[in-house]
């Protein structure tokens, strides 16, 4: 690990400007991550600013009805809370099913949506990879890849990368259109959901359009208003990353769909919001085949690489399973 | 003189157990050398087969706080007739991936492991050969297998007999490459005094570690102790000096100070061995009635180019069913890995799964219960050697685990049943192992005041030998538990082979009656029976295999009995219970004895469902390298398992009856997963491990 | 980097000097001599360095010992200040572990099992998440004790030791 510098901020506002004048230095949540990638020389700051206790460390009600979840609150805390689990099942249950008990105590909000890939070779700094060193190539395209990428891949030139983004609580997010405050050297700005992760294009370094010295703050979640579900296919039964996972939402009106909201975990650079077949469903009966249908349409989109075909079965099973469960009683 | 039955057979609890709980058992970094260590981190190769071209220490060593980097021009030369990888930094020659190729040693870890990545090494290197096939040209017959096996064996006219048969199953099995992981990593500390050299050290065995350092460092016995009380789990990687062991006595010479080499869990995976992986091609022949006509089990494994390790893949076929026509055959690949070693149960675990595989196949295509075609086909003596069983219960284990797993009536038919989206299945499958003794040596002093000493190098890697040693001293000393002073874990204690083979109780055991029965008769001719006031030292040893060992087949035997829920949709694969019978002879300590059973069987249980070591087979290095991608079963994995074993009394074994727990419970257990799931789902998974994706792959989907 | 802090660790306070780079754990281990929780894949991937920060379990791999000087950290060899904590005796009635070394980590583990059950945290497998109350069943517990993990395989005998201890504590029903 490369020595580094440990700097406390008085307020959020100073750890801006502190990281702002370090250009390789970076923020320190809970460091499930980053002392991870620190130790396998991934990550290589020269100065962490702890921010771990500047934000608020609290879930607190929106004027509409929706959460606003300060960017410290653990894992564990938000899995927890009591208005998540009513209102928003969906992400309670994305957090219990990501990384272990002890891991959600210490993992921050924040810091859960940053965190990188877990692709072998991009872990692995004697390999090569573009996303930690551009233009080196993409070992796993070629190389070992069951779980990696099947949608929204960069599969040739020097951004190559088929690596997924590996958080549970993402997927769950994307699927409730949250709304991500950050505050930056410039002030704030509001980043949706939509709009934070990107897929690797022509630069697979960047895994978020967040800029150097930008802070999480907090989430806003939207109210929902609808029932909703996370199912993650992994495989051991606890304690690994998805194969593929869905976060599913849906209101059904007279047996129609009303409205949907449809995320993949496991299938892409970042989380899949699955737009296609959500405009697939809207206004379809509730039907298993309509379900599948949707599902199919999403997927048409998919390249799969030579060893993990399975996942577009895989997830097209996820979202006639899902949805018939969350709509069961309503069709 | 028998043995008492007072404290053997009984549930005892741990006498190292308090000590464990609580954290305060001191594994091999947590003894206490006395003095500050040091720590080494160490370079290792990125290629597979090659020459070092360059290697530049020189910004590693200004680093501060660095006190030597140790590189094959400046590391002291070791003595001549190490075997393997042990010859530590003593060429420039690479021969796989992960070799140690440059070692730090610094002031702390974060020093040292900061300065290996400073260390600048470049290679001519070899395109990596990684992949095993069976259609290689240069798969050879090794001159034998582990353990003394003959490479090949072969009985009547197993082409005719197949071509004869009015049922055949012809099918190849696949395991992949496996790491044993054991949670804690192989962790050596090493100290020198003079000429003489302390290490404190992860091993199955000091002795086994003992001798490599002697060689290694031209010491003569005496000059090294290895100092292993507790060890936390090997599984068959410490079995043997790794160079882990070597490079710790050196870095400490280099410095003149004590130093500790602990792995990192990446380099768990070329360091210290793994399990080949095997292809394996078995044909079965019956009759109309289902009794097999001809057995034959080829193996194909792997090898690195540095050493021959030679898995003892298809050896269980060589005694588990009756048939007067059978071959069985091992070839070799020499690849470019990591040199293999030995993992639990090997040959057994591997081989089990072809096998018991292809019982069931058999029993479907006869439409024969696969409980009933295994009784069918029972031996009554050994098949390949023509002896007799010293004692042999498969059939009684068998029907004892049908009856508690609920087996009668099950239905024949594969994917027919659902609850909900499950499928649902149940499987089974034999296990059996080898039950063997080896020589160790034990020294008993009984002191005036009426406590014992019983020393023997003897290892706990969790077996429970702490506890079961000392209820068997205890028995034959004719004293309570309280009175016994158990010493293992030191070379300086008198000599025992490592645990391992399934051989530590039986032989340890078996010395340490003998010993007692020395003391026994000592005490009645000199002293009336009684233990004199200064005491009294004897020593005492078993010579080796059990006198009765030619004259008969010793094996312990066990079945497994599975249910398996596969999900419809996602190919997930659950185990919600299961039932396994051993019969394995005498059970010395019943409660850490239904952990072994529990544990081999949980561990083929992983084994069936998640683990597996991949290469990359153009880089010819493994990709899954940490505990988040080599996937082992986690709590969540494991259902209820019920742990049952059958009074076995075993006169020809050894003095005590043991046939040795430490392995049986992973034999069989994946076949017995893998014939569940094809129960539950009509897919037959002949590749370990049964991941989602392969149920995509069966159904044609991916 | 080095920098003074203090870790209170199992109720005594030990002033130390550390590298910015030192985890907790390996100042715990290395620095202090504090052995009891262990060190299998430095990674958070094993959970057997597991240890009670300010009541919570987490790996102790993790977390930059730079960054927890006001924290209180329990070891399994402190849960009982001395004594023998219930889980302690439970790990040894139901033999819930072999070769011991991820054993402090799962005792750490489960005692904070316990407080999440406690506090009505869910589960990945709790049916109801707008449950009051947390029934610590076998599955649940078999979940929450996932982030252990054990290459003996004693997991059917740990669901026994806590489930034993979470009965106690009311917390199963």
């Known amino acids: 690990m490369r020595e580094f510098r440990y700097e406390r901020a008085a307020d959020p506002a100073s750890a801006v400007?502190?990281?702002?004048?370090?250009?390789?230095?970076?923020?320190?949540?809970?460091?499930?991550?980053?002392?991870?990638?620190?130790?396998?020389?991934?990550?290589?700051?020269?100065?962490?600013?702890?921010?771990?206790?500047?934000?608020?460390?609290?879930?607190?009600?929106?004027p509409d009805g929706g959460l606003r979840i300060g960017a410290a609150v653990p894992n564990a805390d938000l899995a927890a809370d009591r208005r998540v689990r009513e209102r928003f099942p969906v992400l309670s249950q994305a957090l219990l099913a990501g990384a272990s008990g002890q891991l959600r105590n210490r993992a921050t909000t924040g810091g859960n949506l940053l965190q990188r890939t877990r692709c072998s070779y991009f872990t692995d700094v004697t390999r090569p990879c573009n996303k930690r060193s551009p233009g080196s190539g993409c070992g796993a395209l070629q190389g070992v890849h069951r779980n990696h990428a099947v949608l929204g891949q960069t599969l040739e030139g020097p951004a190559t990368c088929v690596a997924t983004h590996p958080s549970d609580m993402a997927v769950a997010l994307a699927a409730l259109d949250a709304v991500i405050r950050v505050l930056g050297p410039d002030g704030e700005r509001e980043v949706p959901m939509a709009e934070l992760h990107r897929l690797p294009g022509d630069d697979a370094t960047r895994d978020t359009t967040l800029r150097h010295g930008e802070l999480v703050t907090a989430i806003d979640l939207p109210p929902l208003g609808m029932p909703s579900r996370y199912r993650k296919v992994r495989d051991r039964a606890s304690f690994a990353f998805a194969l593929v996972s869905i976060a599913a939402a849906v209101r059904v009106a007279d047996g129609v769909v009303d409205d949907v909201r449809l995320a993949f975990g496991g299938v892409a650079h970042k989380p899949w919001r699955a737009t296609t077949a959500e405009d697939a469903l809207r206004g379809r009966p509730a039907t298993e085949e309509s379900f599948a249908a949707a599902a199919d349409a999403e997927l048409a989109a998919a390249t799969p690489l030579r060893d993990n075909a399975f996942k577009v079965p895989l997830a097209r099973n996820l979202v006639v399973r899902t949805l018939l469960q969350l709509t069961e009683g309503a069709r | 003189m028998t043995t008492v039955d007072r404290l053997v057979g009984a549930g005892v609890e741990r006498i190292d157990g308090p000590a464990k709980v609580r954290g305060t058992a001191p594994y091999a970094y947590e003894q206490d050398p006395g003095e500050p260590i040091c720590s080494v981190a160490v370079v290792q190769s990125t290629v597979n087969r090659?020459?070092?071209?360059?290697?530049?220490?020189?910004?590693?060593?200004?680093?501060?706080?660095?006190?030597?980097?140790?590189?094959?021009?400046?590391?002291?030369?070791?003595?001549?007739?190490?075997?393997?990888?042990?010859?530590?930094?003593?060429?420039?020659?690479?021969?796989?991936?992960?070799?140690?190729?440059?070692?730090?040693?610094?002031?702390?870890?974060?020093?040292?492991?900061?300065?290996?990545?400073?260390?600048?090494?470049?290679?001519?290197?070899?395109?990596?050969?990684?992949?095993?096939?069976?259609?290689?040209?240069?798969?050879?017959?090794?001159?034998?297998?582990?353990?003394?096996?003959?490479?090949?064996?072969?009985?009547?006219?197993?082409?005719?007999?197949?071509?004869?048969?009015?049922v055949t199953v012809d099918a190849t099995y696949e395991t992949p490459t496996q790491h044993n992981n054991p949670i804690e990593m192989h962790t050596s500390m090493a100290r020198w005094d003079g000429d003489?050299?302390?290490?404190?050290?992860?091993?199955?065995?000091?002795?086994?570690?003992?001798?490599?350092?002697?060689?290694?460092?031209?010491?003569?016995?005496?000059?090294?102790?290895?100092?292993?009380?507790?060890?936390?789990?090997?599984?068959?990687?410490?079995?043997?000096?790794?160079?882990?062991?070597?490079?710790?006595?050196?870095?400490?010479?280099?410095?003149?100070?004590?130093?500790?080499?602990?792995l990192t869990r990446q380099q768990m995976f070329c360091l210290v061995g793994h399990r080949t992986p095997t292809i394996q091609r078995v044909r079965l022949g019956a009759d109309a009635e289902g009794r097999l006509t001809a057995i034959s089990h080829e193996v194909v494994e792997h090898t690195s180019r540095i050493s021959e390790f030679a898995e003892q893949t298809a050896t269980p076929t060589r005694v588990l069913y009756a048939a007067p026509h059978r071959r069985t055959t091992?070839?070799?690949?020499?690849?470019?890995?990591?040199?293999?070693?030995?993992?639990?149960?090997?040959?057994?675990?591997?081989?089990?799964?072809?096998?018991?595989?292809?019982?069931?196949e058999l029993a479907h295509s006869l439409g024969?219960?696969?409980?009933?075609?295994?009784?069918r086909n029972e031996p009554e003596r050994d098949p390949e050697r023509d002896v007799p069983w010293s004692s042999r219960n498969l059939v009684a284990c068998l029907r004892t685990g049908a009856e508690r797993f609920g087996w009668a009536g099950r239905d024949l038919r594969p994917g027919v049943r659902e609850d909900g989206r499950w499928l649902v299945g149940t499987g089974v499958a034999a296990a059996t192992y080898p039950a063997r003794r080896r020589k160790a040596e034990c020294r008993i002093t009984g002191h005036g005041d009426g406590r014992w000493t019983v020393e023997i190098d003897g290892s706990d890697i969790g077996t429970g030998a702490w506890t079961a040693l000392t209820q068997i001293s205890a028995d034959a000393l004719g004293v309570g538990l309280g009175a016994v002073e158990l010493r293992i874990g030191d070379s300086d204690l008198p000599f025992a082979g490592g645990a391992g083979g399934s051989t530590g109780l039986a032989s340890w055991g078996s010395a340490i009656v003998l010993t007692a029965r020395e003391v026994r008769r000592q005490l009645d001719e000199r002293y009336g029976g009684q233990l004199p006031a200064d005491g009294i030292v004897v020593k005492g040893e078993v010579p080796g295999p059990s006198p009765h060992a030619e004259q008969y087949s010793m094996h312990a035997f066990g079945a497994h009995f599975v249910e398996v829920r596969v999900d419809r949709d996602t190919g997930e694969v659950r185990l919600p219970r299961a039932s396994s019978v051993y019969a394995a002879g005498t059970i010395v300590n019943a409660r850490t004895a239904r952990s072994q059973f529990l544990g081999g069987f949980s561990m083929g249980v992983s084994m069936a469902l998640h683990e597996g070591t991949i290469a990359d087979e153009r880089l010819g290095h493994y990709v899954n390298h940490d505990l988040a991608e080599y996937h082992v079963a986690t709590n969540a994995d494991i259902g209820d398992i019920d742990i049952h074993w059958l009074d076995e009394d075993d006169?020809?074994?050894?003095?005590?009856?043991?046939?040795?727990?430490?392995?049986i419970g992973i034999t069989g257990a994946a076949a017995a997963v893998a014939n569940a799931y094809w129960h539950a789902t009509g897919l037959r998974v002949r590749d370990l491990p049964i991941t989602p994706d392969k149920y995509f792959r069966a159904l044609g989907q991916g | 980097m080095d920098t003074q802090i203090t870790l209170r660790v199992d109720g005594a306070d030990h002033p130390l000097t550390v590298d910015t780079r030192t985890t907790l754990l390996d100042a715990l281990r290395e620095r202090l001599r504090i052995t009891s929780p262990k060190k299998g894949c430095d990674h958070g991937q094993c959970g057997a360095c597991t240890v009670l920060l300010d009541g919570r379990r987490v790996n102790s791999c993790l977390v930059l010992a730079v960054t927890v000087d006001d924290a209180e950290v329990i070891t399994s060899d402190g849960l009982a200040a001395g004594g023998e904590h219930p889980l302690h005796r439970a790990f040894l009635d139901n033999d819930a572990f072999q070769c011991g070394y991820c054993t402090p980590g799962?005792?750490?583990?489960?005692?904070?099992?316990?407080?999440?059950?406690?506090?009505?945290?869910?589960?990945?497998?709790?049916?109801?998440?707008?449950?009051?109350?947390?029934?610590?069943?076998?599955?649940?517990?078999?979940?929450?004790?996932?982030?252990?993990?054990?290459?003996?395989?004693?997991?059917?005998?740990?669901?026994?030791?806590?489930?034993?201890v979470a009965e106690a504590e009311g917390v199963r029903r």
Not at chain 2, 226 to 232: A, E
Not at chain 2, 336 to 353: K, N, S
Not at chain 2, 651 to 663: Q, W
Not at chain 3, 118 to 138: F, H, I, K, N
């Open chain 1, 17 to 62: 400007a502190l990281l702002a004048a370090e250009p390789e230095g970076a923020f320190l949540g809970g460091g499930t991550n980053l002392v991870d990638l620190m130790k396998l020389g991934v990550a290589t700051p020269d100065v962490l600013v702890d921010v771990r206790r500047l934000t608020s460390a609290e879930v607190a009600e929106l």
């Open chain 3, 106 to 164: 799962q005792v750490c583990s489960a005692a904070g099992v316990l407080a999440e059950a406690r506090a009505g945290w869910p589960s990945t497998v709790t049916d109801d998440l707008t449950a009051d109350e947390v029934d610590l069943t076998d599955d649940e517990i078999r979940d929450r004790m996932s982030g252990n993990l054990c290459r003996c395989a004693a997991y059917a005998h740990i669901v026994l030791a806590v489930a034993a």
């Open chain 2, 651 to 663: 006169p020809y074994v050894n003095e005590l009856g043991i046939k040795g727990i430490g392995e």
């Open chain 2, 330 to 360: 091992h070839r070799l690949a020499r690849l470019d890995v990591p040199p293999p070693t030995i993992m639990r149960a090997p040959g057994e675990t591997p081989g089990m799964f072809a096998l018991e595989s292809a019982m069931d």
């Open chain 2, 50 to 166: 090659g020459r070092i071209t360059r290697l530049d220490p020189t910004a590693a060593e200004a680093m501060p706080g660095v006190l030597a980097v140790l590189t094959p021009a400046n590391a002291p030369r070791l003595g001549e007739g190490l075997a393997s990888d042990l010859p530590v930094l003593q060429s420039l020659d690479v021969h796989y991936q992960g070799q140690i190729v440059a070692a730090v040693v610094a002031e702390s870890s974060e020093i040292a492991k900061a300065a290996v990545g400073a260390v600048a090494v470049e290679y001519a290197a070899h395109e990596p050969d990684v992949v095993l096939s069976t259609d290689r040209p240069d798969l050879y017959a090794p001159p034998q297998l582990m353990a003394g096996y003959e490479t090949d064996s072969v009985i009547g006219d197993v082409e005719g007999a197949l071509a004869a048969a009015a």
């Open chain 2, 196 to 262: 003489r050299l302390t290490l404190w050290d992860a091993n199955q065995g000091p002795h086994n570690i003992v001798n490599d350092l002697m060689t290694a460092f031209g010491l003569e016995r005496g000059q090294v102790r290895v100092i292993s009380p507790y060890v936390g789990g090997a599984f068959g990687s410490k079995a043997f000096t790794h160079p882990n062991q070597i490079l710790a006595a050196m870095a400490a010479k280099v410095v003149g100070r004590t130093v500790v080499f602990e």
């Open chain 2, 368 to 375: 024969i219960d696969p409980v009933e075609l295994r009784v």
